[in-house]
C-alpha cells in the first residue's frame, strides 16, 4: 500500500496557474462553507441523496474528521483543490479496494465560477497518476450521468475506456439515475502518466488550431 493521506500534488494549468490537490483542513471552513453556498445550484441536480430519504450533508467539522478517518484506514484519498492558493473544489479516490483487486473510483467538484478553465481534467489526470504511481492501484473508473455533458468531455479529454451503463447505478437528487462508467488501468498509460498524456493532446490540439488559423473566442 502507498502512502494515503494527507499527500499535497502540484502542477501547472495552461494559464500558468498553479493546481494544487492537498489536504483539506479546518481553517478551511469559512472559505469551503461560503464556497459551497455560492454553488449550491450549480452542484444539487448532480450530487448524491439518501434513497430512504432524512439524510443530511455532513457539516465541515464532520466532513473533515471523515475524511482523516477513512484516509487513514486507506478507503479514501481525499483532497482539496487549489488554484493559485485559492479553494475551488474537491477530488477524492474512494471505494480504494487492495488485494487482487487495487482499484479506486474517482469522484469531483468543482465551482462554476472556474468551470471550462481545464481545472478538472489535470485534477484527475493528477489523482489518477497518484492512485496508480503512489498508491499501486491497478485501476481507476469514473461513473457519469449520460446527461452530465461536462464531466463526458473531462474523460474523453483522458482518454478514459467507456464500459458501458450500468442502469439505475446511483441516487442522484432524490432518484436513481443511470451512470457511464469510464475506466483506466495502468496498462492503458504505456509508461506514460495522464498528465503527460493530457499535455501531449493539448499541445496538438494547439498545433492544429496553430494551423487553421486563430481560434474564435467564447
Known amino acids: 500500500m502507498g502512502e494515503l493521506w494527507p499527500t499535497t500534488l502540484s502542477s501547472p494549468l ?24 455560492d454553488n449550491d445550484a450549480w452542484l444539487r441536480p448532480w450530487e448524491a441523496t439518501a434513497p430512504q430519504g ?11 474528521r ?18 493559485d492558493g485559492r479553494l475551488v473544489g474537491q477530488m477524492h479516490l474512494f471505494g480504494i479496494s487492495w488485494g487482487s483487486m487495487r482499484s ?7 465551482a462554476q465560477s472556474v468551470a471550462g478553465q481545464g481545472i478538472t481534467p489535470l485534477a484527475l489526470a493528477m489523482a489518477t497518476d497518484f492512485a496508480m504511481n503512489g498508491l499501486g492501484l491497478h485501476r481507476v473508473e469514473v461513473n457519469i450521468r449520460p446527461d452530465n455533458a461536462p464531466s463526458l468531455r473531462v474523460v474523453e479529454k483522458l482518454g478514459f475506456r467507456d464500459e458501458g ?7 442522484i437528487n432524490g432518484a436513481w439515475h443511470d451512470h457511464r462508467t469510464f ?26 488550431h496553430t494551423d487553421a488559423g486563430p481560434r474564435s473566442g467564447g
Open 14 to 37: 495552461p494559464s500558468g496557474a498553479l493546481l494544487t490537490l492537498r489536504a483539506l483542513h479546518h481553517r478551511d471552513r469559512r472559505e469551503w462553507e461560503a464556497l459551497r453556498a
Open 54 to 64: 432524512g439524510g443530511s450533508q455532513l457539516g465541515f467539522r464532520q466532513l473533515v
Open 66 to 83: 471523515y475524511l482523516d478517518r477513512e484516509g487513514r484506514h486507506g478507503r479514501l484519498q481525499p483532497f482539496a483543490v487549489d488554484v
Open 104 to 110: 479506486a473510483a474517482a469522484g469531483y467538484w468543482v
Open 165 to 171: 451503463v450500468r442502469t439505475r447505478y446511483l441516487h
Open 183 to 208: 475506466a483506466l488501468t495502468a496498462e492503458d498509460l504505456a509508461g506514460f502518466t495522464l498528465v503527460e498524456r493530457l499535455e501531449h493532446t493539448r499541445r496538438q490540439s494547439g498545433e492544429r
